[in-house]
């Protein structure tokens, strides 16, 4: 859809003005009287190819097969040896069997659950429910387990070496491979090496790697297995966090001297590896040293079939131009013919082998092996740790969101809805515009709105594109002829809702006829309620509306949950509910339905068990008791946002407080809304922490590593609780404060009254006073950024941006809590500096290169190539477009803030294009971003 972008943006500038009190970007230079459609670009984008030497790279080009592959590294390792880069498609096959990614992450979480009390113990879990990335769920282990979750990585050291690795020990004994860089912890690449007798030598630590790169250079180094993510036998050098991946532990200075040593020296060839370390930032920046200083050569083996992986022209191909060859083939095929031509006896030692190899029984054998040592593994944990462990990953198991994911995964692209978003705020300020001046009535208006919203509304359901239509013709049909939506307009945008309820539920093999039959069923019953005189049906259709979401079509249960919502309405009949308790009722009766219909977790019920399992610790046994409280304290504060929102739901938190706050910002804050929870919070950890008091006024106590002192827990809990007040506090001022900044491009604060930043201050300074461990440090530290962005207190927000990438050795990690570092930025940008703003939105947009989620990309990327233009950095502006920005790169951060910024991006790049000479967005994406 084109719309006129400039009547809506000066609709949108005029509006902000009177409501914000604030100008429009100015460092915005677009012409806003420009026609320009989001949808309209992409699909030109898309069709067009890039010109020149990057259309090698672009992956709707063909790759080379197995075969073209060989003669063009043939041409290399004919004159010198060569070093293979293995990944984990190399320990796949029989008989190492060694799991994927994804399984290896499905077998722990799911050993975890196993071992969970049977009362607290979620639904069984496969490897289809691991909805984060591998790393990331490691992340969230390991801030509960710390260093002693690596241990588990000894279950790799079931299975023997395969085809793969006998191939290259063979192709290293015969003086063809110089080293083997893999980022595998297995030992079968070793192993393989021992029993062909090849002198080698194991590289994994940063000193080690630093030992070799001298030998390299000085022409002595031996053949080497080059472990960048560490290795099964030392636990402690394994790399499987996602924040280590970015520090030195991962893929730190020293490593990347070898590589880069080894790459202008020898051919390398990519074998079983997709590619994604190379997406993160710290790869690219060793890519960008490769495109100035030079390579021999890459030959890129891409499984056969497989589609996955990153873009490797944009990845690599950009940095080393027609340096890289990629093919396509299987394993281990591929190596048949390399071994036919630098090794004798290939068939009998090799292929012989591979072939007498069970590969059923193997895997099955190596796969009951590995579950056996992990549930042993979890045996070793203490219940109450175990418990935080499920508390993290079991709430991420409701299965109808999982199933809307799913569905909307493969019917609905992210671009379609984010675009929508865009769209129908276009249409909807066009026709306040219309009404206004009188081209349309308001019974047109709120007819054509209804519309609009209905359309924006499908983009979210979960159905494929023809049933989709199919289903959205029904409903129009429905809206002009029934007789609860014909000039019903209430009834009709929630006939849009209640589709998208049940597009997440009903099965997919539902005729578009029964989604529409299931919605009407819903809206009939309500109407009986509604048409009763009884004061209870009354509150029952009211209580079935507020419920509507999770009821229309998901609840298998659903006589039980009828009779939840009539013993609710008799119960507010009989004691005379108000309406404040009414609402928390409602609230606690949707929270129950969600357990029902998701099997999400009693959270509550899980600190009261750990709170109990803590109090039976013996005091003799010290460090158990730390441990336990740890884990406690821990989870608490990963589930702060959770059971934040909850109790301020429960209370009428939002309805009695934080509305009337958001009015009148000096406000104060009634004090039974904080003694209402504390007193309720604390009675429930009074002995934990009298416990905790005691042992920190005895002082001298030895801790093991990943325990917590007494006096750093006490604090511990002291930031759960303050966290708790922030996202309740947030949302509502938030939205109504910087809704309108975030669709005309601005960066969206966060928001919180005045009088809950006075209160909340002076304790999360007191406690950053003690805390010394990054998992406490981290939240604390973004509580304190928001409150900073709060108060426009610019020192307070660099203060605490500094402190966290001080953690992190200075860059951007999963540990980095939104919204450091893009708050500095922006509070940078509304000062007029622009050199630091610079400074600060090159952190930022690190955060969204390195894969770190967002939300707020689009609005991040927008305000980041402004102020890169604004200090004479065009190219640079472009280039960070190509990178970061959701128009190009396909980044796992979410859909971010659209509205037009994505469109005022695009006519803001169209003019830069301009100003270097270049034709086209393709033509300067080729110049800027690709090697000739």
Not at 51 to 58: A, G, I, Q, R, V
Request: a negative charge; one cysteine or more.
């Amino acid at each position: 859809m084109v719309y006129n972008s400039g009547a809506f943006m000066r609709y949108m500038t005029q509006e902000a003005e009177e409501i914000n009190d604030a100008p429009y970007n100015p460092i915005l230079s677009v012409d806003v009287d420009k026609d320009y459609s989001v949808a309209q670009f992409l699909e030109e984008y898309h069709a067009a190819s890039l010109p020149d030497s990057s259309e090698k790279f672009n992956e709707d080009f063909a790759p080379l097969s197995a075969e073209d592959l060989q003669q063009s590294l043939y041409i290399h390792l004919d004159k010198s040896p060569g070093v293979i880069y293995a990944g984990a498609g190399c320990s796949m096959d029989a008989p190492s069997c060694s799991p994927s990614w994804w399984r290896l992450m499905a077998e722990l979480v799911r050993a975890v659950f196993s071992a969970a009390p049977e009362e607290h113990r979620p639904r069984q879990y496969t490897e289809s429910d691991v909805s984060r990335q591998p790393e990331e769920i490691m992340e969230s282990f390991y801030y509960i387990l710390g260093e002693k979750l690596l241990t588990l990585f000894r279950a790799l050291e079931y299975g023997r070496p395969n085809a793969n690795h006998v191939a290259m020990a063979k192709l290293a004994k015969a003086g063809k491979i110089k080293a083997i860089f893999t980022t595998n912890f297995d030992l079968f690449i070793e192993r393989a090496l021992k029993e062909e007798s090849v002198d080698f030598k194991a590289v994994v630590t940063n000193e080690e790697f630093e030992e070799y790169l001298y030998m390299l250079k000085s022409g002595t180094a031996p053949v080497a297995v080059l472990k960048i993510h560490g290795t099964v036998d030392r636990p402690e050098t394994i790399v499987a966090v996602a924040s280590h991946y970015k520090m030195d532990k991962g893929f730190s200075g020293t490593k990347a001297e070898v590589l880069l040593d080894l790459v202008q020296q020898f051919p390398v060839l990519f074998i079983g590896y997709s590619g994604w370390d190379f997406v993160h930032k710290n790869y690219q920046d060793f890519w960008s040293r490769v495109q100035t200083n030079g390579c021999r050569g890459l030959f890129w083996l891409k499984l056969l079939g497989y589609s996955g992986g990153p873009d490797l022209g944009r990845v690599v191909g950009r940095h080393v131009g027609t340096k890289l060859h990629i093919g396509a083939g299987r394993l281990p095929d591929f190596y048949k013919d390399i071994l036919n031509r630098y090794v004798e006896d290939t068939e009998s030692c090799f292929l012989g082998k591979a072939a007498r190899v069970d590969a059923t029984l193997e895997l099955n054998t190596v796969n009951a092996l590995r579950f056996e040592f992990m549930l042993q593994w979890v045996q070793n944990i203490h219940p109450t740790t175990l418990l935080s462990l499920v508390m993290i990953e079991g709430h991420r198991l409701n299965e109808i969101m999982q199933k809307s994911a799913e569905r909307l995964k493969r019917h609905a692209g992210s671009q379609e809805v984010a675009e929508s978003t865009s769209d129908m705020m276009a249409v909807y300020m066009q026709l306040a515009l219309d009404l206004q001046s009188g081209i349309i009535t308001e019974e047109e208006y709120n007819d054509r709105v209804n519309v609009q919203t209905m359309k924006t509304t499908f983009q979210y359901v979960a159905l494929d594109k023809e049933k989709k239509e199919q289903v959205m013709l029904l409903c129009s049909r429905a809206c002009r002829s029934h007789s609860l939506l014909k000039d019903n307009s209430t009834n009709q945008s929630m006939l849009g809702s209640l589709i998208m309820s049940i597009s997440h539920s009903l099965p997919e093999t539902a005729s578009p006829q029964e989604y529409i039959d299931t919605a009407l069923r819903f809206l009939q019953k309500v109407e009986r309620y509604k048409s009763s005189p009884a004061a209870r049906d009354k509150i029952v259709a009211d209580t079935l509306l507020y419920c509507s979401s999770m009821l229309a079509g998901s609840v298998d249960d659903q006589q039980n949950v009828d009779t939840w919502i009539i013993q609710l309405a008799d119960k507010a009949i009989l004691e005379e509910w108000t309406d404040d308790k009414l609402s928390t009722e409602r609230a606690n009766l949707c929270s129950r339905i969600t357990q029902l219909t998701s099997g999400t977790l009693d959270i509550e019920g899980i600190l009261e068990t750990q709170m109990q399992l803590s109090l039976k610790i013996p005091e003799s046994e010290l460090n158990i008791l730390l441990e336990s409280c740890t884990a406690i304290a821990l989870g608490l504060i990963s589930q702060s946002e959770q059971r934040g929102l909850g109790f301020m739901s429960q209370t009428g938190f939002q309805q009695k407080v934080i509305v009337p706050l958001s009015m009148d910002s000096d406000a104060t804050i009634p004090e039974f809304v904080f003694k209402e929870y504390e007193e309720n919070y604390n009675q429930t950890l009074s002995g934990v922490l009298n416990r905790l008091t005691l042992l920190r006024d005895q002082g001298a106590i030895s801790f093991t590593e990943g325990v917590l002192s007494p006096a750093e827990l006490l604090a511990a809990f002291d930031i759960s609780t303050l966290l708790l007040w922030y996202p309740a506090c947030k949302y509502v001022t938030g939205y109504i404060n910087s809704q309108n900044k975030a669709f005309k491009g601005f960066y969206p604060k966060e928001a919180l009254p005045k009088s809950v930043c006075n209160y909340l201050l002076p304790r999360a300074l007191a406690a950053k006073s003690v805390v010394t461990d990054i998992r406490l440090a981290q939240p604390l530290l973004s509580l304190l950024n928001v409150i900073g962005e709060s108060l426009s207190n610019i020192d307070l927000i660099y203060d605490a941006s500094e402190s966290s990438l001080l953690l992190t050795q200075g860059k951007v990690t999963e540990t980095t809590p939104p919204p450091i570092p893009e708050a500095l930025a922006n509070a940078y940008l509304e000062q007029g500096d622009y050199e630091m703003a610079f400074t600060w939105y090159e952190k930022a947009l690190d955060a969204i290169r390195t894969c770190v989620r967002r939300e707020k990309v689009d609005a991040i990327v927008l305000n980041a190539c402004l102020v890169a233009a604004k200090c004479g950095k065009v190219d640079t502006a472009l280039r960070w477009a190509f990178t970061t920005s959701p128009l190009f790169v396909n980044i796992p951060s979410g859909l971010g803030i659209a509205g037009p910024g994505r469109s005022i991006l695009l006519q803001q790049m169209n003019a830069w294009i301009t100003e270097l000479g270049f034709a086209s967005i393709k033509e300067a994406e080729a110049h800027l971003m690709y090697a000739n």
